[in-house]
C-alpha cells in the first residue's frame, strides 16, 4: 500500500517551502519572481463526491480511492498544494460554476456535452456502464431493463445511459443524489436495477456478498468512455494537469496506484492514446 500519510491531505500548507515568503513586504525588489512564488502556494482547492467507491468514498473520516491517490500524484508532480473536499455531485459543478473550487476529480467523464461549460485533463481511466440487479431478475442484456425500474445517479452519464435504453423522459427512471442511495434502493427493492460505471458495478457486487446482487455488460448498448480531471472553463491550470498527469502516467507512478487499487496491471496505451 502507499504510505497512510498520502491520505492524510491536513498535512497541506505544511510544506518545506514554509515562511519562503511570509511578510516580504518591505525588502523583495523582484516582484515577478515574488508574484510565481505566491501563484505556487495558493492552495488549490479540489472537489469530489466521495460515494463511489472504489474511486472516491469515506473510510474512518477521510476520503480514500484511487481518484485520491492519483490526485495526490498529480499534485505532487505539478508542485501544487491542495485541499480535497467532499462536495457531493451536483455542488461540485456549481461549485466549478462559480469557481469557489479550481478541479474536480470524481470519475467524471469527458463528455461533449459537459465539455461546453467545463475544460477536461486528458483522459486517465477508461469506462463503460454496467447494470447491477438482484439475482434472479431477468436480465440478459441492455433491453431488459425495458419496463422496469431503474435507478441511475442524477446528471451521470448512466442516467444518459439508461435513458438511452428506456427513452429520455422515462418515468421508469428513478434518479438519485448519490450512487451509493442507488444501490441502497436496489437492495431495498425500490428499483430493480442499477445503471452505473462498471469498476463501480463490480466493486458493490464484490463488497456485498451477502445482497445476493449481479453485473452484467452490454457492449452493443453501453459505449465506452474516459474520466478526466474537470475544470471551471478557461482554467488556466489545465496545461500544468495535464503535463503532471501524463508524467505520472508515462513514469511508473499511475501504474503503481493502479496495481494497488486493481490488483492488475494496466494498459496505459488506451488512455495515453
Ligand atoms: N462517470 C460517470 C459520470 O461522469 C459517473 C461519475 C460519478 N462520480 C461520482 N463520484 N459519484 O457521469
Redesign the pocket.
Known amino acids: 500500500l502507499l504510505t497512510m500519510g498520502l491520505l492524510i491531505l491536513t498535512a497541506c500548507g505544511t510544506g518545506t517551502e514554509e515562511g519562503a515568503d511570509e511578510g516580504t513586504n518591505g525588502t523583495d525588489t523582484e516582484e515577478g519572481a515574488n508574484e510565481d512564488a505566491k501563484e505556487e502556494r495558493k492552495v488549490l482547492q479540489v472537489g ?5 467507491a472504489p ?2 468514498y469515506m473510510e474512518k473520516g477521510e476520503i480514500t480511492g484511487f481518484d485520491v491517490d492519483l490526485l495526490e500524484a498529480v499534485m505532487a508532480e505539478a508542485g501544487y498544494e491542495y485541499e480535497l473536499k467532499n462536495t457531493g ?1 451536483d455542488p461540485l459543478f456549481a461549485s466549478l460554476d462559480t469557481k469557489s473550487i479550481d478541479l474536480g476529480i ?4 469527458i ?1 461533449e456535452e459537459r465539455k461546453e461549460s467545463y475544460d477536461f485533463s486528458v483522459p486517465y481511466f477508461e ?1 463503460t456502464h454496467m447494470i447491477v440487479f438482484n439475482e434472479g431478475t431477468d436480465i440478459t442484456s441492455a433491453e431488459d431493463l425495458n419496463g422496469m425500474r431503474v435507478g441511475v ?1 442524477n ?5 444518459s445511459a439508461a435513458e438511452k435504453i428506456l427513452g429520455k423522459n422515462s418515468d421508469n427512471i428513478s434518479k438519485y443524489e ?2 451509493a442511495v442507488a444501490f441502497m434502493a436496489l437492495t431495498n427493492g425500490d428499483v430493480q436495477a442499477v445503471v ?2 462498471n469498476v ?1 458495478a463490480n466493486e458493490f457486487v464484490k463488497n456485498n456478498p451477502n445482497a445476493n446482487v449481479e453485473a452484467i455488460t452490454d457492449e452493443d448498448n453501453f459505449d465506452s ?1 474516459f ?1 478526466g480531471l474537470i475544470f471551471p472553463k478557461g482554467s488556466e491550470l489545465v496545461e500544468d494537469f495535464n503535463e503532471a498527469l501524463t508524467t505520472v502516467i508515462e513514469n511508473g507512478t499511475y501504474e503503481e496506484i493502479y496495481q494497488e487499487w486493481f490488483g492488475s496491471e494496466v494498459d496505459t496505451e488506451v488512455i495515453l492514446n
Open positions: 469530489t463526491d466521495a460515494a463511489f474511486f472516491e455531485w470524481s470519475a467524471v467523464t463528455d469506462s445517479q446528471g451521470t452519464t448512466g442516467q448519490t450512487t452505473t460505471d463501480v468512455e474520466y
